[in-house]
């Protein structure tokens, strides 16, 4: 099964899927992101492009999660990536459907003005890409809204009980507790540290 988290900047997802990962067995992380912005960085800088736009990118994503997913080495591959254009939903959902794969899409929610705080409260070395992402905020309420799937409102949900209601909903068993508070907190750090690119 593939856990597709969709959402806005800032709506969640990352932390979403790797305490989603932490705490169900035989799962794995995929971040499609990670070969977007390699891609993005090969070409020339005047003429980058969101990376999403690269054909490239979205054959790559269904072949990676293809040999992930189809390798039976995990119940669940978790995918935290923002998706809103129709044409690349249909072509990145619809490819891995055409192939087989169990897809859970599940859209994280939340208001532009929860979006806006939570961007505003990430680590100062990553302000430069949260102005881009603060720009996104409307294209991206206005695309997850016409989108199928699983909604999950975050606006009033903290870390755990989104990581409760996704599990639930696809069908995870979580096999650990949440973390104390201390150390969700630690950990929160490191995920956002481990994330910038």
Known sequence: MIVWL??????GKTHTAYELVRRTDGTVLVDPEIAGFGLQRTL???MRVDFQELRAWRAGVIEVLH???GSGRQQAVVVPMTLVEPDVVEEVHGGLRAAGLDLRHVVLT????TIRRRLRSRLEGLRRRETWAMRQI??????LATLEGHRVDTDA???DAVVEEVAAHVGLPLARPPLPPWRAQVRRLRVAAAVIR
């Open 6 to 11: 969709n959402g806005a900047f800032g709506a």
């Open 44 to 46: 020339p800088p005047a």
């Open 67 to 69: 040999r992930v997913e």
């Open 110 to 113: 939340a208001s532009p003005e």
């Open 138 to 143: 409307d294209r991206c309420v206005r695309g």
């Open 157 to 159: 949900l903290g870390l």
